[in-house]
C-alpha cells in the first residue's frame, strides 16, 4: 500500500493542462507548428491533428505485410473471449475471434452499427421479437481448417454461465436467455454433448436459433459482444483458455507472456471471401508491455511503436510533447466513458447517503477536471452518470449537485451539513483504490485527498496493479477488507444504450463476488424495475424516456462522483493507414483493419 498525500503530482497535473490547453487551441487554429511533424527518427509524415477523429486516415495507403505494433501500460483483464470486459481487449480481440455479427468497420456513431460476419445476414427475427435466427455462411474455418459450426458458436455462449470458472466478462446473454438461472453451464452440463442450454438451438450444423423467454429489443448488440464467440469444445482449456485462444479470426496466437509481450501472426486457414469485416493487412501483430505510463508514451513518440493499446490517452508529460512537436499525430475524440468515483455501501460510512453526499459536495470539481488533463484533454465537467452518446442522456443539462455550476470548486457548507447529517460531525477516514500504472487516476485521487480534506474526510490513497481489478476492486468481499470507501474508475457502453451502459453498474442481479462492476452495491427496486420496462419498450422515444429516468435514480442515491465526460488525447503513429475512431469503442481507434503505409 502506497499513500502519497504530497501536492507536487496536483501542481505539475495543473500545470501540465494549462500546457495542453494552450497547445490544442493552437492546433485547433491551425497554428504552432508543422501539422505534419512525423512521430520521431523511424516515422514518416503524420497525417494531421484531428485527421482520424470520426473520419478516414490515409485509407488507400495501407500496404500488405509489415508487423503493427502496439504498445500499453496495462495488459487484458484476459485474452479470453468469454472473460474479457476491457475495452480494449473487445477492440483488439476482433483479430482471433469472430462472431456472427459485429460492428461495422466505419467510423464515428455508423461503427456502432450492426453488420453480419459468421452469419449470411442479420437476424430472421419474430414478430413477437423472441426468436432470431441465423445461418452460417460458407469457408469459416478454425486455425487448423476445420469448419466453424452452429454448434461452436453455442458452446462459446454457453461459457458464460460458467461464472464459478470464468468470471469477468458482461453476462448480459446469461441473463435474458435464462433469466430464472435454469442451466449450470457447460461445465456442469449432463447433455452428451455439452450442449443443452435449451434457449439455443441447433438444427444443423449452419443453423442457430435463439429462443428468447423475453423480448429484448438490444438482443443483437449483445451478440456482437466478444463474449459471442465460438469456442471449439476440445480446445477448451477453461481458466487457461485465456493464455491461447483457438483462433476463428485472420491471426492465431505465436507467443504470449502476461505483463510481458503478445504476438499474432496469420492464420493461413482464414479465407478472405469468407469474411466481409476484416481486411487482415499486417502479417504480425505485437503487444509490447510497460510498467511505467510515461516510458511507453515516449516510445510511442520516437516512432518505436504504432499506437497505444489501452486508448485511453496519453499522460500529461507525453500530451506536452506530443502537442509541441507532433501534433500532428494526434487525435482528440470524445470518448464514451465517463470518470468517476464510486462509494461501496459495504463500506462504512458510505452506507449512509449523507456521508456520501459529503464527498460530492466537499470535492473541488474543476481541480479533479484538471488532475483528468483539463477541459480538451479532459473532458466537460460530469455532472451525471449517462454519457452523452446514449439515448436518454441530457449532458451538463442535467446537473443534480450543481457540480459544473455554483459547486464546481466545492462547497464546504454543504459538506459539513451532508457530515453532520450522516452522524459524523467532524468527518471520518477512508482509503481511495487507484491503479497504480495510471497517473491520472493518481493524480485525480490526490486532487480528492485535498479537497476533502478541507471538510474534515481525511484520505489514503492505495495503488493496486490494473490487471488484477477482478480480484482487488471486482471483489466486494476485497474491498470491505482493504477498506475502500471510495474506487476510481471508468466505464463506457458495452453498445450504445442505458442497458449497454449501465446495467452491469446499477442492477443488482450484476453483484458478483468477482469481477464486480457495481462498486457501489446497488440494490434498488425501482431501478430493476426500470430496466425491466426498458428491454420490452420498442419505441426509441420511450427507450430514451426510461434511461433518463434510471440516471435520475442514480443519482439521487449519491452512489458516484462523476469526474468528466471523458475526451482522449491519443497518439497515432505516422506509419499507420486506414485509421480511425470509432463509437463502438467509446473513441478509440478501430484496431481491426489498421494497416501500415510501409511494411519495410
Same mark, same amino acid.
Given at each position: 500500500?502506497?499513500?502519497?498525500?504530497?501536492?507536487?503530482?496536483?501542481?505539475?497535473?495543473?500545470? #501540465? /493542462?494549462?500546457?495542453?490547453? $494552450?497547445?490544442?487551441?493552437? =492546433?485547433?487554429? +491551425? *497554428?504552432?507548428?508543422?501539422?505534419? @511533424?512525423?512521430?520521431?527518427?523511424?516515422?514518416?509524415?503524420?497525417?494531421?491533428?484531428? #485527421? /482520424?477523429?470520426?473520419?478516414? $486516415?490515409?485509407?488507400?495507403? =495501407?500496404?500488405? +505485410? *509489415?508487423?503493427?505494433?502496439?504498445? @500499453?501500460?496495462?495488459?487484458?483483464?484476459?485474452?479470453?473471449?468469454?472473460?474479457?470486459?476491457?475495452?480494449?481487449?473487445?477492440?483488439?480481440?476482433?483479430?482471433?475471434?469472430?462472431?456472427?455479427?459485429?460492428?461495422?468497420?466505419?467510423?464515428?456513431?455508423?461503427?456502432?452499427?450492426?453488420?453480419?460476419?459468421?452469419?449470411?445476414?442479420?437476424?430472421?427475427?419474430?414478430?413477437?421479437?423472441?426468436?432470431?435466427?441465423?445461418?452460417?455462411?460458407?469457408?469459416?474455418?478454425?486455425?487448423?481448417?476445420?469448419?466453424?459450426?452452429?454448434?461452436?458458436?453455442?458452446?462459446?455462449?454457453?461459457?458464460?454461465?460458467?461464472?464459478?470458472?470464468?468470471?469477468?466478462?458482461?453476462?448480459?446473454?446469461?441473463?435474458?436467455?435464462?433469466?430464472?438461472?435454469?442451466?449450470?453451464?457447460?461445465?456442469?452440463?449432463?447433455?452428451?454433448?455439452?450442449?443443452?442450454?435449451?434457449?439455443?438451438?441447433?438444427?444443423?450444423?449452419?443453423?442457430?436459433?435463439?429462443?428468447?423467454?423475453?423480448?429484448?429489443?438490444?438482443?443483437?448488440?449483445?451478440?456482437?459482444?466478444?463474449?459471442?464467440?465460438?469456442?471449439?469444445?476440445?480446445?477448451?482449456?477453461?481458466?487457461?483458455?485465456?493464455?491461447?485462444?483457438?483462433?476463428?479470426?485472420?491471426?492465431?496466437?505465436?507467443?504470449?507472456?502476461?505483463?510481458?509481450?503478445?504476438?499474432?501472426?496469420?492464420?493461413?486457414?482464414?479465407?478472405?471471401?469468407?469474411?466481409?469485416?476484416?481486411?487482415?493487412?499486417?502479417?504480425?501483430?505485437?503487444?509490447?508491455?510497460?510498467?511505467?505510463?510515461?516510458?511507453?508514451?515516449?516510445?510511442?513518440?520516437?516512432?518505436?511503436?504504432?499506437?497505444?493499446?489501452?486508448?485511453?490517452?496519453?499522460?500529461?508529460?507525453?500530451?506536452?510533447?506530443?502537442?509541441?512537436?507532433?501534433?500532428?499525430?494526434?487525435?482528440?475524440?470524445?470518448?464514451?466513458?465517463?470518470?468517476?468515483?464510486?462509494?461501496?455501501?459495504?463500506?462504512?460510512?458510505?452506507?449512509?447517503?449523507?456521508?456520501?453526499?459529503?464527498?460530492?459536495?466537499?470535492?473541488?470539481?474543476?481541480?479533479?477536471?484538471?488532475?483528468?488533463?483539463?477541459?480538451?484533454?479532459?473532458?466537460?465537467?460530469?455532472?451525471?452518470?449517462?454519457?452523452?452518446?446514449?439515448?436518454?442522456?441530457?449532458?451538463?443539462?442535467?446537473?443534480?449537485?450543481?457540480?459544473?455550476?455554483?459547486?464546481?470548486?466545492?462547497?464546504?457548507?454543504?459538506?459539513?451539513?451532508?457530515?453532520?447529517?450522516?452522524?459524523?460531525?467532524?468527518?471520518?477516514?477512508?482509503?481511495?483504490?487507484?491503479?497504480?500504472?495510471?497517473?491520472?487516476?493518481?493524480?485525480?485521487?490526490?486532487?480528492?485527498?485535498?479537497?476533502?480534506?478541507?471538510?474534515?474526510?481525511?484520505?489514503?490513497?492505495?495503488?493496486?496493479?490494473?490487471?488484477?481489478?477482478?480480484?482487488?476492486?471486482?471483489?466486494?468481499?476485497?474491498?470491505?477488507?482493504?477498506?475502500?470507501?471510495?474506487?476510481?474508475?471508468?466505464?463506457?457502453?458495452?453498445?450504445?444504450?442505458?442497458?449497454?451502459?449501465?446495467?452491469?453498474?446499477?442492477?443488482?442481479?450484476?453483484?458478483?463476488?468477482?469481477?464486480?462492476?457495481?462498486?457501489?452495491?446497488?440494490?434498488?427496486?425501482?431501478?430493476?424495475?426500470?430496466?425491466?420496462?426498458?428491454?420490452?419498450?420498442?419505441?426509441?422515444?420511450?427507450?430514451?424516456?426510461?434511461?433518463?429516468?434510471?440516471?435520475?435514480?442514480?443519482?439521487?442515491?449519491?452512489?458516484?462522483?462523476?469526474?468528466?465526460?471523458?475526451?482522449?488525447?491519443?497518439?497515432?503513429?505516422?506509419?499507420?493507414?486506414?485509421?480511425?475512431?470509432?463509437?463502438?469503442?467509446?473513441?478509440?481507434?478501430?484496431?481491426?483493419?489498421?494497416?501500415?503505409?510501409?511494411?519495410?
Amino acid at each position: 500500500m502506497t499513500t502519497q498525500r504530497t501536492s507536487g503530482r496536483r501542481k505539475q497535473a495543473a500545470a #501540465a /493542462a494549462a500546457v495542453v490547453a $494552450a497547445l490544442l487551441t493552437t =492546433a485547433a487554429c +491551425g *497554428g504552432g507548428g508543422d501539422d505534419s @511533424s512525423g512521430g520521431g527518427s523511424k516515422s514518416s509524415a503524420a497525417a494531421g491533428f484531428d #485527421a /482520424a477523429n470520426n473520419k478516414v $486516415a490515409q485509407a488507400s495507403e =495501407a500496404k500488405k +505485410g *509489415g508487423t503493427l505494433k502496439f504498445a @500499453s501500460s496495462q495488459d487484458a483483464d484476459s485474452w479470453d473471449t468469454t472473460r474479457g470486459y476491457y475495452g480494449f481487449m473487445w477492440n483488439f480481440s476482433r483479430y482471433y475471434s469472430r462472431q456472427l455479427v459485429t460492428n461495422k468497420v466505419e467510423p464515428g456513431a455508423t461503427g456502432a452499427q450492426v453488420t453480419p460476419d459468421l452469419a449470411t445476414g442479420l437476424a430472421a427475427v419474430s414478430d413477437d421479437g423472441k426468436t432470431y435466427t441465423y445461418t452460417l455462411r460458407d469457408g469459416i474455418t478454425w486455425e487448423d481448417g476445420e469448419p466453424i459450426t452452429s454448434k461452436d458458436v453455442k458452446y462459446g455462449i454457453e461459457r458464460v454461465w460458467a461464472q464459478d470458472v470464468l468470471s469477468g466478462g458482461p453476462t448480459y446473454l446469461k441473463e435474458v436467455l435464462d433469466p430464472k438461472g435454469e442451466y449450470q453451464g457447460p461445465y456442469k452440463d449432463k447433455h452428451k454433448e455439452k450442449l443443452g442450454l435449451k434457449a439455443i438451438e441447433t438444427p444443423d450444423d449452419k443453423t442457430i436459433v435463439f429462443k428468447l423467454p423475453q423480448a429484448n429489443s438490444d438482443f443483437e448488440s449483445m451478440l456482437a459482444l466478444t463474449s459471442a464467440s465460438p469456442v471449439r469444445q476440445d480446445k477448451d482449456t477453461k481458466s487457461k483458455y485465456g493464455l491461447r485462444p483457438f483462433s476463428s479470426g485472420p491471426y492465431k496466437f505465436e507467443s504470449y507472456s502476461p505483463g510481458k509481450d503478445l504476438v499474432l501472426v496469420r492464420n493461413t486457414e482464414w479465407k478472405q471471401d469468407s469474411d466481409p469485416v476484416r481486411k487482415a493487412y499486417p502479417d504480425k501483430i505485437t503487444i509490447k508491455f510497460f510498467s511505467n505510463a510515461n516510458d511507453l508514451d515516449a516510445r510511442l513518440i520516437a516512432g518505436d511503436y504504432d499506437l497505444d493499446l489501452a486508448q485511453t490517452g496519453l499522460s500529461p508529460q507525453g500530451r506536452t510533447t506530443a502537442l509541441q512537436e507532433h501534433k500532428g499525430n494526434l487525435d482528440n475524440p470524445i470518448s464514451g466513458y465517463i470518470r468517476y468515483a464510486s462509494f461501496p455501501q459495504n463500506v462504512k460510512p458510505f452506507d449512509n447517503i449523507h456521508c456520501r453526499k459529503a464527498v460530492i459536495y466537499g470535492a473541488d470539481h474543476v481541480s479533479l477536471q484538471t488532475a483528468r488533463g483539463g477541459p480538451v484533454a479532459g473532458g466537460d465537467i460530469g455532472t451525471n452518470m449517462l454519457p452523452p452518446a446514449v439515448p436518454g442522456s441530457e449532458g451538463q443539462k442535467y446537473d443534480p449537485y450543481d457540480i459544473a455550476g455554483a459547486n464546481k470548486n466545492g462547497n464546504v457548507e454543504k459538506a459539513k451539513e451532508e457530515l453532520k447529517a450522516c452522524g459524523k460531525p467532524n468527518g471520518f477516514k477512508t482509503t481511495i483504490a487507484v491503479r497504480n500504472n495510471k497517473p491520472v487516476e493518481v493524480a485525480t485521487a490526490e486532487s480528492m485527498q485535498a479537497s476533502l480534506k478541507k471538510v474534515g474526510i481525511d484520505v489514503e490513497i492505495s495503488q493496486y496493479d490494473g490487471s488484477q481489478y477482478a480480484s482487488v476492486i471486482g471483489s466486494p468481499a476485497n474491498v470491505e477488507k482493504k477498506g475502500y470507501g471510495i474506487i476510481i474508475m471508468g466505464w463506457g457502453p458495452d453498445f450504445p444504450s442505458v442497458q449497454g451502459y449501465g446495467l452491469p453498474l446499477w442492477h443488482s442481479d450484476y453483484i458478483l463476488d468477482s469481477a464486480n462492476n457495481n462498486f457501489a452495491l446497488i440494490k434498488d427496486k425501482e431501478i430493476d424495475g426500470l430496466f425491466a420496462d426498458y428491454v420490452t419498450t420498442l419505441d426509441d422515444e420511450g427507450k430514451a424516456k426510461i434511461a433518463t429516468e434510471i440516471n435520475h435514480k442514480v443519482m439521487e442515491g449519491g452512489y458516484y462522483l462523476p469526474f468528466v465526460f471523458e475526451k482522449f488525447l491519443n497518439w497515432r503513429g505516422s506509419r499507420l493507414a486506414n485509421v480511425y475512431t470509432t463509437d463502438a469503442y467509446s473513441g478509440m481507434y478501430d484496431f481491426v483493419n489498421l494497416g501500415l503505409k510501409s511494411t519495410k
